[in-house]
């Protein structure tokens, strides 16, 4: 069909669209396609959410957050919490291809990286070090810790979750009614109906050291099952990773719904329990049908690129 091969990535990433694209123009297979799409942004440090350089934890250090899976065999590979190394969808896919594990994490997963031949590297830049100072000298309390008793002097300032930016700092889309953490999400379906999603985040602003969101969870950060299609989140996902969101996506799918039906109801879901919830899903069939829901935000941009449409595309739905 027109519809195959297609590749669909969360948000206005369009180059990172383009060079899975690429890929599967020049021959490359799916699992190949993911990576380079992904990696793109980790180069490109999309949004500063992606990649080296953004979203340092509360102790100042940027880890990523990866996985990928592959429909065909369901095997996946993933890394979280990784450190000093940028490319953290090319570890994840070591750990598919070379070990009989899922997920590593923390330093070990570094350690397994830089055994792979991957380049240690500092991830800090002197934006993820501004960031972090800035947070630090408004006395922020720690953002994601329960029961401390509110800083009487001030908030949390710029950084703090869906807060307009009080500041004369020129705000950037991700100051206001997005989340302070994007995320590349990607599922790519080739024209033989092979499906493998991936996903590739620095997680959230001033996180506790340790934290793991759900874009190395398969289930909760995405997932890719050849026999009915794929599906990838962003967003809040202490709260996704309880609601395995794309995980639910492909089981509606695989129950009749179209993606976009199968992304508002998973989405549908989460709102149930969590109704402030921020976040968004894209969704695919394994015959190239694309959808997208979203919460929590006035709108989620997704890019999207098949042989029917050309080129590279975004696509906004609204929340
Ligand atoms: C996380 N879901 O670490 C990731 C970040 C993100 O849009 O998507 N953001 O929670």
């Given at each position: 069909t027109d519809l195959l091969p297609v590749v669909i990535n969360t948000w206005a990433f369009t180059n990172a669209t383009q060079s899975a694209w690429q890929v599967l123009q020049s021959g490359g297979s799916v699992l190949d396609a993911v990576v380079a799409g992904c990696g793109q942004c980790e180069v490109d440090q999309c949004d500063g959410t992606v990649g080296y350089g953004g979203s340092p934890d509360e102790s100042g250090e940027t880890t990523l957050d990866a996985m990928i899976m592959d429909g065909q065999t369901l095997s996946v590979g993933a890394v979280s919490?990784?450190?000093?190394?940028?490319?953290a969808i090319g570890v994840a896919r070591a750990v598919m291809d070379?070990?009989?594990?899922?997920l590593l994490a923390g330093e070990s997963a570094t350690q397994f990286a830089i055994g792979m031949g991957f380049k240690e590297e500092d991830l800090h830049t002197n934006r993820s070090i501004n960031i972090w100072k800035q947070w630090k000298n408004n006395h922020c309390?720690?953002?994601?810790?329960?029961?401390v008793s509110p800083n009487?002097?001030?908030?949390?300032?710029?950084?703090?979750?869906n807060k307009v930016i009080q500041n004369d700092r020129i705000p950037s889309s991700r100051d206001i009614g997005r989340f302070n953490h994007d995320t590349i999400g990607m599922v790519v379906v080739d024209k033989n109906r092979k499906v493998v999603s991936g996903t590739s985040t620095n997680g959230m602003n001033h996180k506790v050291p340790g934290r793991v969101g759900d874009s190395p969870i398969a289930g909760a950060g995405s997932y890719a099952d050849s026999d009915v299609g794929g599906a990838a989140a962003t967003g809040d996902g202490d709260v996704m990773m309880r609601l395995l969101p794309s995980y639910q996506a492909v089981e509606f799918m695989r129950n009749g719904d179209s993606p976009s039906l199968a992304a508002a109801k998973s989405i549908q879901r989460i709102i149930h329990h969590y109704p402030n919830f921020s976040g968004a899903l894209i969704a695919v069939s394994k015959d190239g049908q694309v959808g997208a829901a979203c919460n929590g935000i006035p709108a989620f941009p997704y890019s999207v690129i098949n042989p029917k449409l050309q080129k590279v595309t975004v696509v906004s739905v609204k929340c």
């Open positions: 919490a990784l450190k000093r190394v940028k490319n070379y070990t009989t594990h899922t309390q720690p953002n994601y810790r329960k029961n009487p002097r001030k908030s949390c300032g710029p950084y703090k979750r």
